[in-house]
């Protein structure tokens, strides 16, 4: 890997952030076995499907509705417009993986968050940051996205009934990425949504405590959603707006080599 984790800037180099490029790392076909490994026996990853990141060659996060050849550009307007009042100038969420991928047949994506110590996810239970001084388009927007976690709470509780409760105000990483694979299912796409924890990152230790198994990672995000849905959503097939809708729990070791 010499030469390669320069590409990311210092505070990228450990964690999280320079495995999900590792995983990405490669050629299509090895990429391709990787991530398919995360979503068996749901979907499959092929050497013709697109990512991102690419490895160490483009380490951009995926931003759907941003990236042309994940999503098509027709249903990216449509998803950007659908979650935000002003789309000019705002941010949308931020996938540390993306791709494309074939569930039971039909075209669909992978959407994958990452953590590799639990402070990275206990962090995350506060809700979306408030500009220090927000502007109209902000609080526009910020209204836009409460109505959109009701609509998808509300869209989640019919499909699987059981009750859903995302939310602006707390958890809000969370929320949005069921939030907008919700939308995704609407909008016609299979959607597998992964949780993934990287096992012993033990160079983590200063920042927060690495997930030894997956019991534990797996204890830990339960813990977490539980305000938001119940735990037995997690590690089963749904049917959301007559598409799949898998959202899964799933660690992987990933040692850290520079050299």
């Known amino acids: 890997m010499t030469g ?4 990311l800037k210092t505070n990228e180099q450990r964690g999280s952030k320079p495995r999900c490029h590792l995983l990405t790392h490669g050629s299509p076909r090895q990429v391709a076995l990787r991530l398919t490994q995360l979503i068996e026996p749901w979907g499959q990853i092929t050497a013709t499907d697109h990512w991102m990141p690419r490895g160490f060659i483009d380490t951009s996060e995926a931003q759907l509705g941003k990236n042309d050849y994940l999503l098509a550009p027709d249903l990216g307007d449509l998803l950007i417009n659908w979650w935000l009042a002003i789309p000019k100038g ?5 996938w540390d993986i993306a791709s494309t991928c074939t569930v039971e047949g039909r075209s669909g994506l992978l959407l994958v968050e990452a953590k590799a110590h639990d402070e990275e996810l206990i962090n995350e239970e506060a809700g979306k940051k408030l500009a220090r001084e927000e502007t109209s388009g902000q609080t526009q927007n910020r209204e836009h996205i409460h109505d959109r976690m009701q609509e998808a709470s509300v869209g989640l509780t019919t499909s699987t009934k059981m009750d859903w409760a995302l939310s602006i105000e707390h958890r809000y990483q969370m929320s949005n990425r069921f939030a907008w694979a919700w939308k995704l299912t609407e909008l016609g796409l299979p959607v597998i949504l992964v949780y993934l924890g990287f096992l012993n990152a033990s160079e983590m230790h200063d ?13 830990l995000v339960m813990s977490h959603s539980e305000p938001l849905f119940p735990s037995k959503v997690w590690n089963q097939r749904w049917i959301v707006n007559t598409e799949t809708f898998i959202p899964m729990i799933k660690s992987v070791e990933l040692p850290l080599v520079k050299s």
Request: proline residues 18%; hydrophobic residues 30%.
């Open 207 to 219: 920042r927060g405590k690495p997930f030894p198994d997956q019991e534990a990672w797996e204890k």
């Open 90 to 94: 705002a941010r949308v969420p931020h």
């Open 4 to 7: 390669l984790f320069p590409r």
